[in-house]
């Protein structure tokens, strides 16, 4: 099962007060082979703005789960990637945040509902 997200500036939120600064970046983004507990890649690809770097904070809908954090590297063009490990089944939030090459903060709030246990 691969699940394909796609987030444009009329679905996606900033996640805290900071703000986003680059509303016109679009972001699709791909978890594979899940979402399941366990080892997953991100793939994120961006449009509209160049990032300088981009990192993910995944974390669960509910509080008292540690999240996992880690950063997204660039394979090609407008595609990056990180390896993403999820540690429980249940409701998980997806931070992407950066920084575009004109300095400006990227930050959206992706909602990964129902990841599951792996088989």
């Known amino acids: 099962m691969v699940l394909l997200l796609l987030v444009t500036v009329g679905c996606s ?11 016109e970046v ?9 979402p399941r507990v366990g080892d997953n890649l991100l793939q994120v690809e961006v449009l509209g703005g160049e990032p300088a770097r981009l990192e993910v904070e ?4 509910h509080a008292g789960m540690t999240p996992v954090l880690a950063p997204l590297t660039r394979v090609e063009g407008a595609r990056w990637q990180a390896p993403l490990k999820l540690t429980m ?4 939030i997806l931070i992407l945040r950066g920084e575009l090459k004109d ?4 930050e959206r ?3 990964l ?7």
Do not use: C, E
Not at 113 to 119: E, K
């Open 13 to 23: 939120r900033p996640a805290t007060g900071r703000g986003d600064q680059a509303a």
């Open 113 to 119: 509902p129902g990841v599951v246990a792996s088989p």
């Open 103 to 106: 300095g400006r903060k990227l």
């Open 89 to 92: 089944a249940g409701d998980w």
């Open 26 to 34: 679009q972001l699709t983004v791909q978890v594979t082979p899940g």
């Open 58 to 61: 995944a974390t669960m809908s």
């Open 109 to 111: 709030q992706i909602p």
